[in-house]
């Protein structure tokens, strides 16, 4: 369903008994809020959530901002460039503006204060949130994200090439090889997805909604942030943080520094985990999302 949230048209699905504690679940870079699978929402109502999944801006069916342009691997380079002397970037807009989206879905649903699970950028959004809206965020799980602060490690060579690889073409069969291509150096060594099931996953997004402008977008806004560190510092809520020992792409030192900057922070570091949600792995993180919420009751 459509709501309108922060004066933009965000799509939102709503699932799970009204009266249940309410977990918002934000997903990542160019992800749609199907890449949260429905085994792990399903789960999750069953553990008495009302969950809420929802599209970032300028991805899947929410409202996007093409208008503004696209950076492109020029662009991004030069505003990495820029992130890497600390002189400032600009970015159509930023992370914080987006935490300011998920707010907005919550005032348009009439909620008060949720559960928040942030993936990888979604983890990003998730530490404004907390950082910015206290008494709106109940409890905070963080999904292999990092603070963004500049002594950690960058992604592997071999992860950045995939991540920045165009298709070879523009029809769906090419973008779902060029997607399954990128899951194969980022997913998970120890979990693997069948394949039959991560092609099925990835048709059914590309069918939904491919939008390679607004992830460009999206990536420039993550440069533009910068460093978290300071926000992080004053967070007074239970906060779990999951990360998977052999993630490419946030490499688990992200997650170790996140333990030390947010007081009482407990860790998950999963064992051959990439970056991704393995079928393998989905009961794991709904305990640990649950472990985290019952500590704010």
């Not at 801006?57 to 093409?66: C, E, M």
């Not at 919550?106 to 404004?128: K, R, W, Y």
């Not at 490690?153 to 399954?180: K, M, N, Y």
């Not at 992200?254 to 407990?266: C, F, I, K, N, S």
Request: aromatic fraction near 4%; hydrophobic fraction near 45%.
């Amino acid at each position: 369903m459509q709501i309108s949230a922060n004066g933009l048209q965000i799509e939102v699905d709503d699932q799970g008994p009204r009266s249940g504690e309410p977990l918002l679940l934000v997903m990542g870079l160019g992800m749609q809020l199907i890449a949260w699978p429905q085994e792990l929402v399903t789960a999750l109502v069953a553990q008495g959530f009302r969950v809420l999944r929802l599209d970032n801006r300028d991805a899947g069916l929410s409202q996007g901002f093409d208008h503004l342009g696209s950076p492109g691997l020029l662009g991004l380079g030069v505003a990495a460039l820029k992130h890497r002397f600390k002189l400032p970037v600009a970015a159509p807009y930023s992370l914080a503006d987006m935490a300011g989206d998920a707010l907005g879905v919550l005032d348009a649903l009439g909620i008060h204060q949720a559960h928040v699970c942030g993936a990888s950028m979604g983890g990003m959004i998730a530490q404004h949130m907390a950082a910015r809206y206290p008494q709106r965020v109940k409890s905070l799980t963080l999904m292999m994200t990092t603070s963004g602060a500049r002594h950690l490690p960058q992604a592997t060579a071999r992860a950045q090439r995939v991540l920045l690889r165009r298709p070879r073409g523009r029809d769906t069969a090419s973008i779902v090889r060029h997607l399954e291509g990128l899951f194969e150096v980022i997913g998970s060594p120890a979990h693997p997805t069948e394949p039959a099931l991560l092609r099925q996953r990835l048709r059914s997004s590309v069918e939904r909604a491919w939008r390679p402008q607004g992830t460009t977008r999206q990536l420039l806004a993550i440069v533009a942030d910068g460093d978290r560190s300071a926000l992080l510092q004053g967070l007074k809520l239970p906060t779990g943080v999951i990360h998977g020992d052999a993630d490419p792409l946030i490499p688990p030192a992200a997650a170790y520094d996140l333990l030390q900057r947010v007081p009482g922070a407990t860790l998950d570091l999963v064992p051959g985990m990439g970056h991704d949600l393995p079928t393998a792995l989905l009961p794991r993180f709904v305990q640990d999302i649950v472990n985290t919420a019952a500590r704010a009751a």
